[in-house]
């Protein structure tokens, strides 16, 4: 690190995001890097969902007598701390307690209490990123005997883990597949809401089946703008071309054409062989 950095942390206190662990003894050299590493990569999933690009996660000189270590978020044209961590430490928070409440399988599956709990769709993409759970496991992976608690704190805020709910963060993720009817490449008609429609991004929310998939208009020379219609019917039809990366990867959609339902129409799922 260079002088900026080290004036950087003496004046930028609150800019910071603070890992502290609280052990009777010493810890692991293995853990703690660990631990590092875990914190690294639940930061850098949240700063993904929230957007903020150009940045690199730097770790600050480790306190004399403490585990407490220092994350700051660097832009990488300057080597200026980023303004509204507060975002990204309320992620984190929420992130966590999901966790906490339903455990991984639950949180990271998206099970129907979860959608009930959470209002906020960036922490819904969070539960469902692989590395941000594995991260998390990282950093909750010290806790013992020894280490009954770990906080992280920004600012005034304090997230703490405590050992007794440790259990919640190692459930075995059940690889089920998510909408196996929607399959890469296919052109599919299927029931739903829409949510949203994002004139800026170019998309739009379709509720399908309790989840919400990303719609992007079949070609540019089409406005996701034109659909604006139909947000205020409850269910409509929409056909689309499924694009998706695996089958455990929520599937997005390039809308061709979408269109009311009369009744008696049907809710249920067809495909263009």
């Not at 004036?7 to 502290?20: P, V």
């Not at 407490?68 to 660097?74: E, G, Q, R, V």
């Not at 540019?220 to 499924?242: G, M, P």
Request: glycine share 8%; hydrophobic share 35%; net charge negative.
């Amino acid at each position: 690190m260079n002088d900026t950095a080290s004036q950087l942390f003496a004046e930028n206190g609150n800019g910071l995001i603070s890992l502290i662990y609280p052990p009777d003894d010493g810890m692991y050299a293995k853990s703690v890097g660990e631990a590092i590493l875990g914190m690294q990569s639940c930061l850098e999933e949240i700063a993904k969902i929230a957007k903020l690009e150009g940045l690199e996660i730097v770790v600050f000189p480790v306190e004399d007598g403490s585990f407490k270590t220092i994350f700051a978020f660097i832009k990488k044209d300057g080597w200026k701390i980023v303004v509204g961590l507060d975002i990204v430490f309320n992620l984190l928070n929420n992130g966590f307690d999901v966790i906490e409440h339903f455990g991984t399988n639950k949180a990271h599956n998206l099970d129907t209490e979860v959608l009930q709990y959470v209002q906020n769709p960036n922490v819904l993409a969070l539960c469902q990123s692989k590395n941000f759970i594995y991260g998390s496991q990282k950093i909750v992976g010290p806790l013992s005997e020894n280490i009954e608690k770990v906080e992280i704190r920004y600012g005034e805020g304090t997230l703490e883990i405590k050992c007794e709910n440790k259990q919640k963060y190692f459930e075995e993720l059940e690889k089920e597949s998510i909408f196996p009817e929607l399959r890469d490449g296919a052109t599919v008609t299927i029931a739903g809401e829409i949510t949203r429609i994002n004139k800026g991004y170019g998309d739009l929310g379709f509720k399908y089946k309790e989840r919400t998939l990303k719609c992007t208009t079949f070609d540019f020379e089409t406005s996701i703008t034109q659909y604006h219609e139909f947000l205020e019917d409850s269910q409509v039809l929409l056909t689309a071309i499924v694009k998706r990366d695996g089958p455990y990867d929520l599937p997005e959609l390039k809308v061709i054409s979408i269109a009311k339902i009369e009744p008696p129409n049907q809710t249920s799922i067809f495909e263009k062989e």
